[in-house]
Nanobody, 120 residues
Framework: QVQLVESGGGLVQAGGSLRLSCAAS????????MGWYRQAPGQQRELVAS???????KYADPVKGRFTISRDNAKNTVSLQMNSLKPEDTAVYYC??????????????WGQGTQVTVSQ
């Protein structure tokens, strides 16, 4: 129903920056919340940041002040600007989109994940 394509991961030194992007496409009537999660090896997937359709944002405590989430409702995209990266930010980052289909069903959609690695 909905396809999510992520881009922007990679390897960066501590203190550097990366920008993740995610584009949603498919039979979408409406997109509600959009967000980014991450999962480090041996750990559970955790919320990094989320944004509502109205632009309200929420951040996990470890990334507050360093990461910024934004979205473009016209293009169905969500981005995560990550500054002052730390080695503990190393993880696979997943885009998450809550969407309403033309059949009026809500779907919780996940991207394929993009690796972010922060070296010392």
């Amino acid at each position: 129903q909905v396809q999510l394509v992520e881009s922007g991961g990679g390897l960066v030194q501590a203190g550097g920056s990366l920008r993740l992007s995610c584009a949603a496409s498919g039979r979408i009537l409406r997109i509600d919340d959009m967000g980014w999660y991450r999962q480090a090896p041996g750990q559970q997937r955790e919320l990094v940041a989320s944004i509502t359709s109205g632009g309200s944002t929420k951040y996990a405590d470890p990334v507050k002040g360093r990461f910024t989430i934004s979205r473009d409702n016209a293009k169905n995209t969500v981005s995560l600007q990550m500054n002052s990266l730390k080695p503990e930010d190393t993880a696979v980052y997943y885009c998450n989109v809550l969407s309403l289909s033309f059949g009026l069903q809500m779907y919780n959609n996940w991207g394929q994940g993009t690796q972010v690695t922060v070296s010392q």
